[in-house]
Nanobody, 120 residues
Framework: QVRVVESGGGLVQAGGSLRLSCTASGNIFSINVMGWYRQAPGKQRELVAAIAGGGTTNYADSVKGRFTIARDNAKNTVSLQMNSLKPEDTAVYYC??????????????WGQGTLVTVSS
């Protein structure tokens, strides 16, 4: 069994900051990529930022320069520091872990989502 649990969402004014955290736990052999996705009402889920085990990062153009993703491989955690937030950042944010367990091949595991609301 694998669990992916996020925390840190909430309500913030435009220009403010929030930090999201995520931990993967369970029967994990290795984690390849950890990332954050978001889904706004009426829109498709989109990649916000991702980080590989070696530290290579990938950001959506809309968040470059404002968001920073970081990872602690020893603790199987990933964080997303969000600065200069805009109303269009409002969405449910989901943590994703692409990992291999001791009994299965590589699969994607998702958290339950955490709501980020940015007021204007």
């Amino acid at each position: 069994q694998v669990r992916v649990v996020e925390s840190g969402g909430g309500l913030v004014q435009a220009g403010g900051s929030l930090r999201l955290s995520c931990t993967a736990s369970g029967n994990i052999f290795s984690i390849n990529v950890m990332g954050w996705y978001r889904q706004a009402p009426g829109k498709q889920r989109e990649l916000v930022a991702a980080i590989a085990g070696g530290g290579t990062t990938n950001y959506a153009d809309s968040v470059k320069g404002r968001f920073t993703i970081a990872r602690d491989n020893a603790k199987n955690t990933v964080s997303l520091q969000m600065n200069s937030l805009k109303p269009e950042d409002t969405a449910v944010y989901y943590c994703n872990a692409r990992l291999r367990t001791y009994s299965l091949g590589e699969n994607d595991y998702w958290g339950q989502g955490t709501l980020v609301t940015v007021s204007s």
